[in-house]
């Protein structure tokens, strides 16, 4: 008779001895037996997988970068101008010819300063370009009597033209203009795109927000409006706000340019206030700095003046002015819009640094809505003073450190006696 083993089957005989039966463990399990578990190729098939999603959302994340980027500058502009298109739709004008009229304001004025600017910078260039043969003779002359050489404008001419490094130069011109046509035709498709984007969330901020609301409870669909409301009201005061500042400051400018009789006044002046105002941290120094260059060409000592008054008026537009135009739509402190903007320039670059004041500010407002604060109590620390009898002072504190070095006798404070032993030290005081 055959051997049989515990499970009452038969076992198989080997040269080697007895083999144990081939079919499944006592149980039902897997994996006993060396075979793999039935969970293991789900689980690694569930694990590829999110390894293939998580890949492809950030290829897909990096490759739409540029758009989510151009439709947060869109969906800010939005909020800017979404106060004067609710002003207008109120009056009964339908919203999207609202948004459409406040679109075609801002593109003219947009255009009227391109335009401007660009006639300055072109009747600049065109005038360094006529005055390049005299300026070239002045510095001739003055190499040729100071160092006793004989140069030629016309040999010198000649030089840079048979140069290699001018022939090199115009090649690698010639070839970067087609980069340069490039990136001026990408910058346009941005505008435009941006420019869509911020048509339809201005015209379409109801139904946006109905849309929004409709995925969400009752409780939070008033969150959400309450916290759409505030961005619109410190997003649109900042732009408003500024825009006020720009006019005083560029009204206050083109007075100075105008009484020194420094030529395209109006639309330096211009330039100062937009500049100043839209570009953070560093748009004073870059305003004050065209205004003083072309002052200089007129008279050096009026560059001067430009400066003096630069540097005036921002104090004053600092300390008095601001406050009082931003108190009630974006007062954060200078410290925190410093920071904002760093952030927002490591973030997002040039348009971090221009959205990253209004951001803080919506996020500033958020916070104060919805955090709960107390009354601060009149202890004096708060205001950084000690209590008087509280502790010692600075001077009497290091009296005490000196008196207590080692090998130091200490001095009897008048009115204290010897201090009495605590009682059961072994000695009773005499």
Same mark, same amino acid.
């Given at each position: 008779m055959a ?7 038969a076992?198989q005989q080997s040269p080697?001895? =007895?083999?144990p039966? =081939?079919?499944?463990p006592?149980g039902g ?5 060396g075979?793999m578990?039935?969970w293991?190729p ?6 590829l997988?999110l390894? %293939?999603?998580?890949?492809l959302?950030?290829w897909?994340?990096?490759q739409l ?7 947060l500058?869109?969906?800010f ?6 106060p004067?298109?609710? *002003?207008?739709?109120s009056?009964?004008?339908?919203r999207?010819?609202a ?12 255009a009227g ?5 660009g006639?300055i ?5 065109? $005038?360094m370009i006529?005055?390049f043969?005299e300026?070239l ?5 003055w190499?040729?009597?100071? &160092? $006793?050489?004989?140069?030629k ?15 090199? @130069?115009?090649?690698n011109s010639a ?7 490039a ?11 941006i420019?869509l984007?911020?048509? @339809?969330?201005a015209?379409?901020?109801?139904r946006?927000r109905r849309?929004?609301c409709?995925?969400?409870?009752p409780?939070r669909?008033a ?5 759409w ?7 649109g005061? @900042?732009i408003?706000s500024?825009?006020?500042? %720009?006019?005083?400051?560029g009204?206050?400018? &083109?007075?100075?340019?105008q009484?020194l ?9 211009? *330039?100062?206030g937009?500049?100043?105002q &839209?570009?953070?941290t560093?748009?004073?120094y870059?305003?004050?700095?065209l205004?003083?260059?072309?002052a200089? =060409?007129v008279n050096?000592w @009026?560059?001067l *003046?430009?400066?003096i008054?630069?540097v005036?008026y ?8 601001q406050? $009082?135009l ?10 925190v819009? &410093?920071g904002?903007?760093? %952030? ?7 348009v971090?640094a221009?959205?990253a004041?209004?951001a803080?500010? =919506?996020?500033?407002?958020f916070?104060?809505?919805y955090?709960?604060r107390?009354d601060v ?10 209590r ?6 600075v ?11 080692p090998?130091?006798?200490?001095p009897?404070?008048?009115g ?10 072994g000695?009773?005081?005499?």
């Amino acid at each position: 008779m055959a051997p049989t083993d515990e499970t009452g089957q038969a076992a198989q005989q080997s040269p080697f001895g =007895t083999t144990p039966p =081939t079919g499944p463990p006592v149980g039902g399990t897997t994996g006993t037996n060396g075979r793999m578990p039935r969970w293991l190729p789900r689980a690694m098939v569930l694990a590829l997988a999110l390894v %293939a999603v998580f890949q492809l959302g950030s290829w897909a994340f990096h490759q739409l970068t540029g758009l989510l980027i151009n439709v947060l500058i869109a969906f800010f502009l939005a909020l800017a101008i979404e106060p004067a298109v609710s *002003w207008m739709a109120s009056r009964g004008m339908r919203r999207g010819l609202a948004t459409f009229v406040v679109f075609i304001g801002v593109m003219i004025v947009a255009a009227g300063f391109v335009t401007l600017l660009g006639s300055i910078l072109a009747d600049q260039i065109i $005038k360094m370009i006529e005055g390049f043969p005299e300026y070239l003779d002045s510095v001739i002359n003055w190499i040729n009597t100071h &160092f $006793k050489t004989d140069l030629k404008r016309v040999d010198i001419q000649e030089g840079l033209l048979r140069s290699d490094w001018l022939r090199n @130069y115009v090649q690698n011109s010639a070839t970067g203009v087609l980069d340069v046509s490039a990136q001026v035709i990408g910058g346009l498709f941005q505008l435009l795109t941006i420019a869509l984007f911020s048509f @339809y969330f201005a015209a379409d901020g109801p139904r946006l927000r109905r849309a929004l609301c409709s995925v969400l409870p009752p409780a939070r669909q008033a969150e959400v409006l309450r916290a759409w409301e505030i961005a619109v009201n410190k997003t649109g005061g @900042y732009i408003y706000s500024r825009g006020l500042m %720009a006019l005083i400051s560029g009204i206050a400018h &083109f007075v100075l340019l105008q009484v020194l009789d420094v030529p395209y006044a109006p639309v330096l002046a211009v *330039w100062v206030g937009l500049v100043s105002q &839209f570009i953070p941290t560093i748009g004073t120094y870059l305003a004050g700095a065209l205004p003083m260059l072309i002052a200089f =060409t007129v008279n050096p000592w @009026y560059a001067l *003046w430009v400066l003096i008054f630069v540097v005036i008026y921002q104090q004053f537009e600092n300390y008095v002015l601001q406050p $009082k135009l931003t108190s009630k739509t974006v007062d954060i402190h200078p410290a925190v819009a &410093f920071g904002s903007v760093i %952030a927002g320039t490591a973030l997002l670059g040039a348009v971090g640094a221009l959205i990253a004041i209004p951001a803080i500010a =919506t996020l500033q407002a958020f916070l104060g809505a919805y955090v709960k604060r107390y009354d601060v109590t009149d202890d004096p620390r708060v205001h950084g003073h000690h209590r008087r009898g509280e502790g010692p002072g600075v001077i009497t504190r290091a009296r005490l450190l000196w008196a207590r070095r080692p090998g130091a006798e200490r001095p009897e404070t008048p009115g204290s006696g010897e201090r009495p032993e605590a009682p059961g030290s072994g000695e009773s005081p005499s």
